[in-house]
Structures are given as structure tokens and as C-alpha cells.
């Protein structure tokens, strides 16, 4: 029998109130994890309250020894990098040396907040002769966080690091299939000397838990990760009670490979940028759009680059159930819409992970702006091409989108890159990469990739709000 992933409240594990229980699955073979809890209303109201019990402390614990707290949970997750590397392979299936990564990811994101803590919060404004004028950052007491299944722990650590150094409290949700490392990353965090109830984490489905931590009274602002469908019943809720949100949601990212791009690099950063973590990324690469001169022969290169993708190995499973279905639905689609599928179409064929969730890597020529496989959100190691003409053209290829969160650029003309790194409606623009940058760098969409900024300094002015003094004497 499994062993059982609990609540983690008040800095310690707490059962679900509803005794109820949902089997984890391993995506990589299909088989059983661990029985995962199953909450509801009044876990969230248990964890609500002691992170409101303990707000008003830690706001008030001396900055610098938040940093040193910060400092230590990163040390510790490093320290413990194979066990939770473990634990993310368990729950997403995903390669080991992509865990790995993310792990130490996710201590960065600790480490530069911890730094940031004495960071100035406010200025002093000179109005009147008489008049002190002054602003300061504060913080907004609960913050609740609903992560996805796609990178849970780095996904956390994103949300939860900026948190802290601002001196908030936290109630967060991880997707239900994918737990582990947060309830981990609570655990380590108390050892590193987090006091109780400033860090909780409740478990179960987002149409429960979710649900709950947004429409808390106690809860005065919500950073969320996920679909755009999902974001928009939060936004709703969010809009009811008039509090804030970060929303990062859905992308269908452009990358734009010119002429005189070094075409090797491109290619390979082309193929990195569709299939890191099977597609399963909001700022995946999924549009290819390359000037006619070279498209046939570039597009060539890139298929033969991702031919030599394993499934098993470079390229993870789909981590839910209901996206591999969702891929195999797209993937009749693109045959009804007549793209031609250069490389893949289908589910894996490898024998050896029959009992996994994999897919093959796939690219699409043939492709037209008008079709569904070019426009929405897929969410695979699914990649589809198309021909442009000119900076014009490729411009008004990539903005030709309902998402604006990534795009990339591959040119050796820096004046170009400028002018198109202008002109693209989206969050973030990698020039001859595509990486979605180090913890440093301020990350968020346009237009329904959602909007406000995970990471970066920019990140600590969404969790806090600005307050202006004004002294007459």
C-alpha cells in the first residue's frame, strides 16, 4: 500500500478533514505513487488561519534574518537535491537531469530573494517645505498560491521565495497530481527555521481547494499558474472580492528564424524550444516561422534534429492522463486541418513505455496562420512552421496570436533584432536563444497569457502594496 502525502499546516502534516484520498500515478510507466490527500473547505480554512495567526510576526521579524532563513532553505534544497529530484520524477516522469535542473532552479530562487530583503521599499518625495512625504512597500498578509503539474517545485519556489522576503504569509495548491516536492519543499523549509503557519500547503483539486483559497476573506491576493479557462474562473472569483492577482497562464510563443541567422544554432535552439519537458511548458516555442528563402531546408534541419529525440529518455511523458489525450486529439486534428507531419503524428511506438504517457516529438509543415493547431495552446513537444517574407510579415505572423507571452528571435543583425523585439506583443523576447531566462529576469505575458510578473525584483512589487505618508509640521 502506497504511503500517504498529507497536509502540510501550521509546520506540521494534518490528514484531510474529509478522510478522502487520491491515488498518484507515475506517468512514465503508469504505475501507483502515493495516496495523495484529498482536501476541502475546512483544510483551507485550518491553513488560512494559522498563516493569519502568524502574519503580523513574521512582517515584523528583522529583514535580515528573513534573508538568513531563505538563505538556509536554499542551502537545504540543495542538499537534498537527488531526494527531490526523486520525487519530481516520480510524480512528472520527466527526465532526471531535467529534475536536476529544476531543483537547482528552485534554490536560486531562494538565494536571490534572500538577497533582496533589505532592498530599498519606498522614496521620499519633496512637495512642500513643511511636508515629509514618504512612500514604503508593504506586504498583503495571506497570499494564496495555485501552482501546476507542468514544473511543480520550481513553480513553488518561483511564487513562494518573493513571498517570504516581502514578508508575507503563504497557503498554497499544488496540482493534485503533483505534490510531492512541495510538501517537501514546506518540510525543509521548517527545518531551516521558517516559523509555523507562515508557509502551508493544502492539497486536493482546484475545483475544492482552489476554489476555497481564492474566496477566503483572509486572503488578500493570488498568484496563479495554469490554463487560461482556469485563470479566468479565478479572475471572476478575484473581481467578486476586489483583491489582486498575478495570473501566468497559456502560450502559443513565436519563434522567428531570419535569413542570415546562424542556422545551426537557431535549429538547435528551435528544437530545445518546442520539446524541454515534452512541450509542457507555458513558454514553450510552438510556433516556427521562418523567411521563405530558406524555410524547406531550415524546417529539414530542425526535423532531423528532433528525430534523434527518445522518448524515455530526452524527451518525458505527458504528465497527466487527460493531456495525452488532449495530444492525441490535436494530432487527428492537424490531419483533418491537412498539415503534414514531417516527423511524429502519434503516440510513442517504442514497446518499452506501452504503460507510459509518451508521444512522439512532432512538427507540422503545411501549416496555414487560420488553423487550430497554429493558434491554440497544445501543450506537447508539438511544433508547427511557417513561411514568412519580411520583418513586416513575421511581425504580424507572431502577433497574429491571442497569447503574448514568449518570443524568439534568430538574426545576426542587431538593429533587426531591436526592431522586432519592438515590435512582438509578448512578455519576454530571447534573441538568438531561447531560454526563458535566469531568476533575475522579470517573467509574465501580454494579451491572455495573463498578466503581473513572477520573478526578478519586478516580482516583489506584486507582493507588495504601496502606501503614501504624508507629514505636516
Not at 503545411?366 to 513537444?381: L, T
Not at 543583425?413 to 526592431?419: F, K, P, T, V, W
Not at 510578473?453 to 509640521?473: C, D, F, P, Q, W
Request: charged residues 20%.
Amino acid at each position: 500500500m502506497p504511503a500517504s502525502l498529507e497536509n502540510w499546516i501550521d509546520g506540521a502534516a494534518c490528514p484531510p478533514s474529509t478522510a478522502e484520498y487520491s491515488t498518484g500515478i507515475n506517468p512514465s510507466n503508469g504505475k501507483p505513487t502515493i495516496d495523495i490527500a484529498a482536501s476541502g473547505d475546512a483544510d483551507v480554512h485550518q491553513a488560512v488561519t494559522a498563516a493569519r495567526r502568524s502574519a503580523d510576526a513574521w512582517r515584523h521579524h528583522p529583514s535580515a534574518e528573513r534573508g538568513r532563513i531563505l538563505h538556509r532553505i536554499a542551502d537545504s534544497i540543495r542538499e537534498n537535491a537527488d531526494h527531490l529530484a526523486d520525487l519530481e520524477v516520480e510524480d512528472t516522469g520527466k527526465p532526471r537531469a531535467t529534475a536536476l535542473g529544476e531543483v537547482e532552479n528552485s534554490a536560486a530562487y531562494f538565494e536571490f530573494y534572500a538577497g533582496l530583503v533589505n532592498l530599498p521599499v519606498g522614496d521620499v518625495l519633496d512637495v512642500e517645505p513643511n511636508q515629509h512625504i514618504f512612500t514604503k512597500r508593504e506586504p498583503y498578509g495571506v497570499i494564496g498560491v495555485i501552482t501546476p503539474w507542468n514544473v511543480p517545485l520550481n513553480q513553488a519556489a518561483r511564487a513562494v521565495a518573493p513571498a517570504l522576503a516581502t514578508g508575507n504569509v503563504v497557503v498554497l495548491k499544488p496540482a493534485e497530481t503533483s505534490g510531492q516536492t512541495t510538501i517537501a519543499l514546506a518540510e525543509l523549509a521548517s527545518r531551516a527555521g521558517l516559523p509555523d503557519g507562515v508557509f502551508n500547503v493544502v492539497l486536493g483539486a482546484g475545483s475544492t481547494v482552489g476554489t476555497a483559497i481564492v474566496a477566503h476573506p483572509d486572503v488578500r491576493k493570488v498568484a496563479f499558474t495554469g490554463s487560461v479557462r482556469t485563470g479566468q474562473a479565478v479572475g471572476r472569483i478575484a473581481a467578486e472580492r476586489i483583491i489582486p492577482l498575478t495570473l501566468e497562464l497559456g502560450g502559443k510563443s513565436a519563434n522567428i528564424v531570419f535569413d542570415d541567422a546562424d542556422l545551426d544554432l537557431a535549429a538547435k535552439e528551435a528544437v530545445r524550444a518546442f520539446a524541454a519537458n515534452a512541450g509542457q511548458v507555458c513558454s514553450a516555442g510552438t510556433r516556427l516561422l521562418v523567411q521563405r528563402s530558406i524555410h524547406d531546408f531550415f524546417v529539414a534541419r530542425v526535423a532531423e534534429i528532433a528525430g534523434n529525440l527518445r522518448e524515455g529518455q530526452d524527451v518525458g511523458p505527458m504528465i497527466t492522463r487527460p493531456q495525452f489525450d488532449q495530444v492525441q486529439e490535436y494530432f487527428d486534428l492537424a490531419r483533418q486541418e491537412g498539415a503534414h507531419a514531417l516527423l511524429g503524428g502519434s503516440v510513442s511506438e517504442r514497446p518499452e513505455l506501452s504503460g507510459g504517457l509518451y508521444v512522439q516529438p512532432t512538427i507540422y509543415a503545411g501549416v496555414s496562420r487560420d488553423m487550430r493547431i497554429a493558434r491554440e495552446e497544445i501543450f506537447g513537444p508539438v511544433l508547427v512552421t511557417l513561411p514568412f517574407d519580411d520583418e513586416k510579415d513575421a511581425v504580424s505572423m507572431a502577433n497574429d496570436s491571442d497569447f503574448g507571452l514568449v518570443a524568439g528571435v534568430f538574426t545576426k543583425d542587431i538593429g533587426r533584432a531591436l526592431r522586432i523585439s519592438d515590435a512582438i506583443e509578448a512578455g519576454q523576447v530571447f534573441v538568438n536563444s531561447w531560454s526563458t531566462g535566469a531568476v533575475q529576469t522579470p517573467f509574465g505575458g501580454h494579451k491572455k497569457s495573463g498578466y503581473g510578473r513572477e520573478k526578478g525584483i519586478e516580482a516583489m512589487h506584486h507582493y507588495t502594496h504601496l502606501k503614501s505618508v504624508v507629514v505636516v509640521y
